[in-house]
């Protein structure tokens, strides 16, 4: 699990697709930068920690990445970042009411790792072990 803000990782990448996926892996990887020219340098020393949450971003990281754009995954932590963390402790849900999601549900119907049913969002790899998700 990792906690991120996302207003932070999104200023600070300048909202670049690639520049989130290096910052997340440095969040959850927990990169150390090879010397001043490595791209992870520029993030390295910032605080990204907030009350956002992922269950599963190494998952995310591997095989979301392997199978879905880097595009798609930036968007589904975006939409993540909605999620209350204590709601999360309280009921182990790690959906979304769309209620509270500020995000287009154009942007969420078109993403492959979100999934809208009966008024919640469902996250691909937050699933619970209880949970069959997508058929998978």
Known sequence: MIYYNWKKIVEASNGNV???ITILRIITYRITPKNYYDKTFKFYEKNFGGSS??????????TGRAQYSDKEVAE???VA??????EYVKTKD???DLIFCKVSEDIIRKNR?????????????EETTTEKYYGN
Do not use: A, C, M, Q
């Not at 970042?81 to 204590?86: K, P």
């Not at 790792?113 to 790899?125: A, D, N, Q, T, W």
């Open 18 to 20: 690639g520049d989130i």
């Open 53 to 62: 949450f992922l269950i599963n971003p190494d998952k995310l990281l591997t």
């Open 76 to 78: 589904y932590v975006g």
């Open 81 to 86: 970042s909605y999620r209350n963390y204590h």
């Open 94 to 96: 790690t959906n979304l």
């Open 113 to 125: 790792l979100l999934e809208i049913r009966e008024g919640f969002i469902h996250f691909k790899f």
